[in-house]
Structure formats: structure tokens, C-alpha cells
């Protein structure tokens, strides 16, 4: 038994308000009631902010992120459509995996885990594919398992160089209400998120932005679906309701978070994370350990992976956190099990928790026999939390 707080440090689910938590506990109600849509409604005009999207529709589906990436898929392509995949970090390579599932015909850029998105091979593939035989590209913009963001944007200009009509599905579940998201002005047709990361609920919804060209492309194409229909969805959604019971709880815990965030201000939320992130990474710098990330404009201010050194298990560094210092870190996956741990940095985080992370990792990685300097971390990233910018454009001066 443990006292005390435990401590989640995971880069989702992330930690829940007391705001969320209290809104979430209310009765059951009746959800085809005349006044239901008073609190469905302004959940998907907030969501669209979130998004920031006036061009596009949002979509609430109960299950998590990817339950919605299954959406994106199956309501706007067909089987045998090839599809344009990058893969780098284990979220990326689950995507490839589910339209190999789903029948169709990925056309996979692997890279190192480590780095972003390849948008010059992307660029150069597009721009040979003459008779625009490929559908769909599929990005994830922030690689939870490596701590690396990805350039959308990017991605968006090579598609739009080479006059291609290629759908653009995006990942951000670890991205999107924490870090700067533009689904209209960087042309996203399929924006992917979930409940459980910066909207700082529990998880059990998979929400999804969709854009009019890929609402048009849902009323043309042949793959099966039921559940997730868009149709159905867009018919019900109009007026507040859903074609099947929804999760009421959540959709008042959305609200709460919904309200946080527009009360702290969106760019403030984005400014917030990346000032945190930059004293976590500061803070690893100190102990001389290497975060995944292979450069400094593709490190995640949601979630830093951190190499151990060669003589220590990660594993047995996350152990510890876990049953001696009632503190729960990210593993590191597939590849990167036993190389790596992951702090979580995202959603409802602040300056106490990041410094409590980096002391109760100092800890593990002592106890699991790393030679790390105790104290330097917490020491490194007060120095910026306490003297570093404050907003984003002086963040980015201070940085450099």
C-alpha cells in the first residue's frame, strides 16, 4: 500500500480535473429528450474550435481514438484503394496495420523512430503518381511512442505542388487541444483525436474533424460500415441526438473541458505545453541522457521518450516508479521496450507536476543503477520554468 498521491505521468489517459470529474457524476437522462440537444450542440461548435475548423463537420463516436480512425477509413475509401503511409513510431505502424485490415493497399515510407513525417519522399511519390491511383495520405502528427510532431503542414503544401486529390487523414490524438492544430488551413480532410489525451477526460470517445470533400467522398464510397456511419451520424447530429445510445457522463465531462479550455485561452493551452515540454527536455538534458526525438524541431511538447543508458532496462526503471514511488511512467514500445520511458507532459499539467516528474524519475533511475546527477534535472528545469518566456513568440527566442 502506498500513501499519498499516485502520480500519472503517461501520455494518456492523462490526468482528469476535479471539474471534469465532478461534471461527469450525474444521473442517467433520457437522451432522446426535447432539451437534450442544450447540451450536445455546443459540444460540437467547441470542438470545431479545438480543431479550428469552420469549413468542417466534428463527429463523436464512444470508443476511443481509434475507433475514429476505423470511421475515417471506412466512410471515404473503398477496398483496393492504395494509400500513401509514413511509418515512424509504433501509432503509425498500428495505422498501416488497420488498413491492411480493412483491405487496402498501403504504400508504406518507413523511416527511423525518431524522425517525422518524410514529406519530400511524400512530394516525390505523389508527384509520379500521374493518374492519382493513390486515395488517401495518412499522417500521425505526433508519434506518441517516439515524442516526435510531424509538419502538416508540410505534407500539405508537396500534396497541393503537385495539383494532387489525395485525401489527407490526420492522427492527432496526442496533438490535437494541446499542441497548434489547423485542420481548414492546412487542409486536413480526416482529423483524428480522442477523449483521453488533451481533452483530459477519461477515455471513450473517438472524435473526428471531416471535411466537405471528405463528406462528399463518404457519399460515394462501397466499404462496409454500420456503426460508424457518416450518414447516420450527420442526420441525428443535426439536432443534438445520436442514432445509438451515447455515453452522457462523458459528453458532460466534454463540456467541463471544453470550458477549461476556453477559459485558459487555446494559444494559452499550446503556449503552456510548450513551455513545459522545454523544461522536461531540459531537465533530461541535465541527467546526459538523449531524448528519441532526432532533432530539435521534432520534439513533442506532449510526451518526451528518453533513452536509459545502455546498462539499464527501462523496464526496470518504469518498475520502480511504479511499485516504490507509486509513479507511473510511459513504457517504451515494440523497438523501443527496455530502451526507453516516456513522460507523459500534456493535457491538465502544470509547473509542480513537470518538476515532480523529473524528480521521481531522477529516483528510478538511480535506484535502476543509471549515473545520473540527482537534483540536476528539477534544477535544470526550474532554472526555466522560473526565468524562461512566458509566450509563444518569446518562447521560441528563448529556445534558440
Not at 39 to 68: N, Q, W, Y
Not at 205 to 221: C, D
Not at 271 to 283: P, S, T, W
Not at 339 to 364: D, P, Y
Request: hydrophobic fraction near 45%.
Amino acid at each position: 500500500m502506498h500513501s499519498g498521491h499516485s502520480h500519472l505521468f503517461i501520455p494518456g489517459p492523462t490526468n482528469v480535473p476535479e471539474a471534469v470529474r465532478q461534471a461527469m457524476n450525474v444521473p442517467q437522462q433520457d437522451m432522446r429528450a426535447a432539451d437534450f440537444g442544450d447540451l450536445t450542440l455546443p459540444l460540437f461548435d467547441g470542438l470545431k474550435r479545438v480543431f479550428k475548423t469552420t469549413e468542417g463537420e466534428v463527429m463523436i463516436f464512444p470508443g476511443s481514438g481509434t475507433s475514429a480512425w476505423e470511421a475515417a477509413i471506412t466512410n471515404t475509401l473503398n477496398p483496393g484503394d492504395k494509400v500513401l503511409m509514413a511509418r515512424y513510431g509504433q501509432f503509425s505502424t498500428l495505422w498501416v496495420k488497420m488498413a491492411e485490415m480493412l483491405g487496402l493497399e498501403p504504400i508504406v515510407v518507413d523511416v527511423p523512430w525518431g524522425a517525422g513525417v518524410p514529406w519530400k519522399e511524400i512530394g516525390r511519390i505523389l508527384g509520379r503518381d500521374k493518374d492519382d491511383e493513390i486515395k488517401a495520405v495518412f499522417v500521425t502528427h505526433n508519434e506518441t511512442a517516439t515524442g516526435v510532431v510531424s509538419d502538416i503542414e508540410a505534407v500539405r503544401r508537396v500534396m497541393d505542388e503537385c495539383f494532387h486529390e489525395a485525401l489527407l487523414f490526420v492522427d492527432g490524438v496526442s496533438s490535437i487541444g494541446s499542441l497548434d492544430f489547423r485542420m481548414d488551413q492546412w487542409g486536413v480532410d480526416l482529423a483524428v483525436t480522442g477523449s483521453q489525451k488533451g481533452l483530459m477526460m477519461p477515455a471513450g470517445l473517438g472524435i473526428l474533424g471531416v471535411s466537405q470533400k471528405a463528406l462528399a467522398a463518404s457519399k460515394a464510397n462501397t466499404m462496409r460500415r454500420a456503426y460508424y456511419d457518416f450518414a447516420d451520424m450527420r442526420q441525428f447530429n443535426k439536432d443534438g441526438y445520436f442514432p445509438y445510445t451515447p455515453p452522457t457522463p462523458l459528453l458532460h465531462g466534454l463540456r467541463a473541458a471544453l470550458g477549461l479550455i476556453d477559459a485558459e485561452g487555446l494559444d494559452n493551452v499550446i503556449a503552456r505545453h510548450a513551455r513545459l515540454a522545454e523544461g522536461i527536455r531540459r531537465g533530461v538534458a541535465a541527467w546526459g541522457l538523449d531524448i528519441v526525438a532526432e532533432h530539435r524541431s521534432l520534439q513533442s511538447n506532449t510526451v518526451t521518450a528518453v533513452r536509459v543508458p545502455d546498462t539499464v532496462d527501462a523496464r526496470e526503471v518504469l518498475r520502480i516508479a511504479y511499485e516504490d514511488l507509486n509513479c507511473s511512467f510511459g513504457s517504451g514500445l515494440a523497438r523501443l521496450a527496455g530502451k526507453v520511458f516516456r513522460i507523459g507532459h500534456l493535457g491538465s499539467f502544470n509547473e509542480g507536476m513537470a518538476l515532480t516528474a523529473l524528480s521521481l524519475a531522477e529516483l528510478a533511475l538511480v535506484k535502476a543503477g543509471a549515473k545520473v546527477p540527482l537534483g540536476a534535472g528539477v534544477a535544470a528545469a526550474s532554472g526555466w520554468l522560473a526565468h524562461g518566456a512566458q509566450t509563444p513568440d518569446k518562447l521560441v527566442l528563448a529556445a534558440e
